[in-house]
């Protein structure tokens, strides 16, 4: 399946996206999209032939849950509906707690990485069957970018495709800029492990820009794709000719012609690292080495369909194996290790709790680190609320921001961005309200016509506002 040179699709630049020219194929957020009927821009596309991918962003397959039915049913719909080849999600966890761990249910609002231990790779397995039944297409799974590191990890990231590859027969998404930010952030080597994942799997390739603040990358998506991602690429291409290549931009839009000239450059850097590599040793070869003696040197793609023989380290691997070797001994059932999902359900809810609740951090991580990618959640879902609820920081003005962060870093979100927004309103109201009387009745009125006949009473506020700052102790 050759899908060529394409650009993610956004409502913001869908009249730009339509005007470029030589594009193959668009990826579109599948949850930006009604399960019933397209937007006007994807139907002209289609129209003229360009194929529409669905880019999953809210199943969390890595998490330890099992997935969703009624997410799992809205990503077939849309698939059905795009008449896509394939759909896509990401290797990453976005909400924790709940039943598994008797806790309160928390989100993350954001793609959060997968441990890679054994006990994580066998949920996210089962989890990755349980969605390819559910699914009318095949399925790809995205490698994502990380601001911190798992203490004890059992696997390199190459590795840990490698596994997911075999057991499961599940397609790859590379994001190159992903693997760049893992350099950046985690000194993790992207040849090292492109030389370790099955590239023969590789469905397509995702290009994106970020930008690197104090040490750190930020993988914004809203800025040009820089040289060192670009080289990523040139390193993959080396490798394997991927079916697929894509640019993603999902915020500080530029002008068509800015993203016509980045994907030129995508073009042009594919062109000069084909005209360059050698014969490339694929994936599949190298995994096989890594794990077993050598014994055959067939390079075909795992199977889009039936998944292989469910394999899973031994005892022994976990702890280590001499020279990276991956033993294993076949689990009959298929199915996780016994309280592999309970490990991974309190390892991700401490973790996600620590960056959304302000409760202390796990041991073994990194503190300065978590305090980034705390103030990082916070800001992206500072932005996400401000574009579903635009009133609030024409009404707050400068003091938006300098209202939302603390209130988001201590509040967890737990019934999506439009609650999240009327939450942020009552907090204010319930504090104190704002100085500016034009303001406060501004925003009065505004929850309350989102929220009820009137807003709490003065009674009422004086027990949110005690019981808020008890919370906050």
């Known amino acids: 399946m050759r899908l060529g040179i394409g650009i993610g699709w956004r409502p913001e630049i869908a009249a730009e996206v339509e005007a470029l020219t030589g594009i193959d194929w668009v990826e579109a957020v599948a949850e930006n999209l009604c399960a019933d009927h397209l937007p006007d821009s994807l139907v002209r596309l289609r129209e003229r032939g360009v194929t529409v991918v669905p880019h999953g962003v809210s199943l969390g397959l890595g998490g330890a849950d099992r997935p969703d039915p009624g997410r799992l049913a809205g990503l077939a719909a849309r698939a059905e509906l795009l008449g896509t080849p394939l759909v896509t999600e990401h290797i990453a966890f976005v909400r924790a707690g709940g039943p598994l761990t008797a806790s309160p249910r928390l989100e993350a609002g954001h793609l959060l990485p997968v441990p890679r231990t054994w006990d994580a790779l066998d949920v996210l397995c089962e989890n990755v069957r349980i969605a390819q039944d559910a699914l009318p297409v095949p399925l790809a799974l995205e490698n994502i970018a990380a601001l911190v590191s798992w203490p004890g990890e059992e696997l390199t990231e190459g590795q840990f495709l490698a596994e997911l590859v075999e057991r499961t027969g599940v397609r790859l998404l590379i994001d190159v800029a992903n693997l760049h930010t893992n350099h950046v952030n985690r000194g993790e080597d992207p040849a090292k492990a492109l030389d370790e994942l099955p590239v023969e799997a590789i469905a397509y390739v995702h290009v994106a820009g970020g930008v690197e603040k104090d040490g750190v990358w930020h993988d914004t998506h809203a800025h040009p794709v820089t040289a060192p991602v670009l080289d990523v690429l040139a390193e993959l291409r080396s490798r394997v000719d991927p079916p697929g290549v894509l640019l993603e931009r999902d915020?500080?839009?530029?002008?068509?012609?800015?993203?016509?000239?980045?994907?030129?450059?995508?073009?042009?850097?594919?062109?000069?690292?084909?005209?360059?590599?050698?014969?490339?040793?694929?994936?599949?070869?190298?995994?096989?080495?890594?794990?077993?003696?050598?014994?055959?040197?067939?390079?075909?793609?795992?199977?889009?369909?039936?998944?292989?023989?469910?394999?899973?380290?031994?005892?022994?691997?976990?702890?280590?194996?001499?020279?990276?070797?991956?033993?294993?001994?076949?689990?009959?059932?298929?199915?996780?290790?016994?309280?592999?999902?309970?490990?991974?359900?309190?390892?991700?809810?401490?973790?996600?709790?620590?960056?959304?609740?302000?409760?202390?951090?796990?041991?073994?991580?990194?503190?300065?680190?978590?305090?980034?990618?705390?103030?990082?959640?916070?800001?992206?879902?500072?932005?996400?609320?401000?574009?579903?609820?635009?009133?609030?920081?024409?009404?707050?003005?400068?003091?938006?921001?300098?209202?939302?962060?603390?209130?988001?870093?201590?509040?967890?979100?737990?019934?999506?961005?439009?609650?999240?927004?009327?939450?942020?309103?009552?907090?204010?109201?319930?504090?104190?309200?704002?100085?500016?009387?034009?303001?406060?009745?501004?925003?009065?009125?505004?929850?309350?016509?989102?929220?009820?006949?009137?807003?709490?009473?003065?009674?009422?506020?004086?027990?949110?506002?005690?019981?808020?700052?008890?919370?906050?102790?």
Request: proline letters at 12%; glycine letters at 8%.
């Open 251 to 473: 915020d500080a839009f530029p002008p068509g012609a800015e993203l016509a000239a980045e994907l030129a450059t995508i073009r042009a850097t594919l062109r000069a690292a084909a005209a360059v590599a050698p014969a490339p040793r694929t994936g599949a070869a190298v995994a096989a080495a890594a794990v077993d003696p050598p014994a055959s040197t067939s390079t075909a793609p795992p199977a889009l369909t039936a998944p292989p023989a469910s394999a899973a380290p031994s005892a022994d691997a976990r702890s280590g194996a001499p020279g990276g070797a991956l033993a294993r001994t076949a689990l009959p059932s298929g199915t996780p290790r016994p309280g592999a999902r309970d490990r991974t359900a309190v390892a991700q809810t401490a973790l996600l709790s620590a960056l959304v609740a302000g409760t202390p951090a796990p041991e073994g991580f990194d503190h300065r680190r978590l305090r980034v990618q705390s103030r990082a959640l916070a800001a992206k879902r500072a932005d996400v609320v401000a574009k579903v609820a635009p009133e609030l920081p024409e009404i707050l003005g400068d003091g938006y921001r300098a209202a939302f962060l603390p209130y988001a870093m201590s509040r967890p979100m737990n019934g999506g961005y439009r609650r999240d927004a009327m939450e942020f309103a009552e907090r204010i109201l319930v504090s104190g309200g704002l100085p500016d009387p034009v303001a406060q009745r501004r925003l009065t009125h505004w929850w309350e016509d989102r929220s009820g006949p009137r807003p709490p009473g003065r009674a009422t506020r004086l027990v949110r506002a005690a019981r808020a700052a008890l919370a906050g102790k």
